[in-house]
């Protein structure tokens, strides 16, 4: 599949999805969204992909935001709608697959282009790599996801400071609020998420599909987390890859997972 916004690439188990619009920071327009869906979607639906790994090219940006230039005559209605397909397809979306996704922040992480990274299961940030919510200073409040999710990752009282003043944050402070888990520089970025990877993937795919099921349960409204994961903890008996594990480590060998 040929994007024009994206790149895609799948490797040694992991699938590589580059934002590629560096003369506008890597923005979000409608169509980049949609490229995004298609190939997420795709990786995820793809045997071979055990990981996905979502950056920004260049050295500059991860993601600078929303494209401004795409919603400023918005009406109410168009705002609404722009909010709610915008989370269904790509945000909420890549918070719910399956295919562990981690969000390689390369540099400038703002508006729309951290709520991407908070969709992600997790962030490693490049140490030139700044993170913030600016949507107030347009006169509009975070419309994918980030009122929610950065609360839930950084606390209550961080996540209205750094929305209400607009602010910015390096990446030490991102560690240090636990938004980023790792921090390494730029130059060994890729490479350092692409070790973290790996880790992933010597471990059952749907395992870990069904952690992440329970993991998220747990942060949606009228679901209890708890009943969520004695059902995904049931659901596992019942499958080759909890035999593959169970048998390979009783017969003290390395196990050789199938599923996805
Ligand atoms: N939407 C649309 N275009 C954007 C953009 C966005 N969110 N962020 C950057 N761009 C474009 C700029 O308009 C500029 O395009 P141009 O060269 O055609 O004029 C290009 O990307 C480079 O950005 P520029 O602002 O010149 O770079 P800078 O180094 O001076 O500043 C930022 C970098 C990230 C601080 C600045 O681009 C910025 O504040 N961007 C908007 C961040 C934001 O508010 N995001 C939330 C959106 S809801």
């Not at 793809?46 to 996905?52: E, G, H, S, T, Y």
């Not at 918070?95 to 703002?110: K, Q, R, S």
């Not at 980030?146 to 390096?170: F, H, S, Y």
């Not at 993991?215 to 080759?240: P, S």
Request: glycine share 12%; hydrophobic share 45%.
């Amino acid at each position: 599949m040929s994007y024009n916004n994206i790149l895609s690439t799948t490797t040694e188990g992991v699938a590589t999805i580059t934002i590629n619009r560096p003369s506008k920071l890597n923005a979000l327009n409608r169509e980049t969204i949609n490229e995004l869906h298609k190939a997420l979607k795709k990786a995820d639906e793809d045997r071979a992909a055990k990981v996905i790994i979502v950056t920004g090219s260049g050295e500059k940006a991860f993601v600078a935001g929303a494209d401004i230039s795409e919603f400023a005559d918005f009406s109410v209605s168009e705002g609404g709608k722009l909010a709610a397909e915008g989370q269904a397809k790509l945000f909420d979306f890549i918070a719910n697959l399956d295919t562990p996704v981690i969000a390689a922040v390369n540099g400038f992480a703002l508006g729309g282009g951290l709520e991407l990274a908070m969709a992600a299961h997790f962030r490693i940030a490049s140490d030139n790599a700044k993170m913030g919510l600016p949507e107030v200073s347009l006169g509009v409040i975070p419309g994918y996801g980030g009122t929610q999710r950065l609360p839930q990752l950084v606390g209550k009282g961080r996540a209205m400071e750094l929305i209400m003043t607009a602010g910015m944050i390096d990446a030490n402070q991102a560690l240090q609020y636990g938004l980023v888990n790792h921090v390494v520089a730029q130059e060994n970025l890729l490479e350092f998420t692409g070790v973290i990877a790996g880790k992933i993937m010597r471990n059952s795919p749907m395992a870990i599909a069904a952690a992440i099921r329970a993991i998220n349960a747990g942060f949606e409204d009228g679901e209890n987390g708890f009943d969520a994961e004695v059902m995904e903890f049931g659901k596992c008996f019942g499958t080759a890859d909890f035999q593959e594990g169970t048998q390979a480590f009783l017969n003290k060998r390395k196990p050789v997972f199938t599923g996805k």
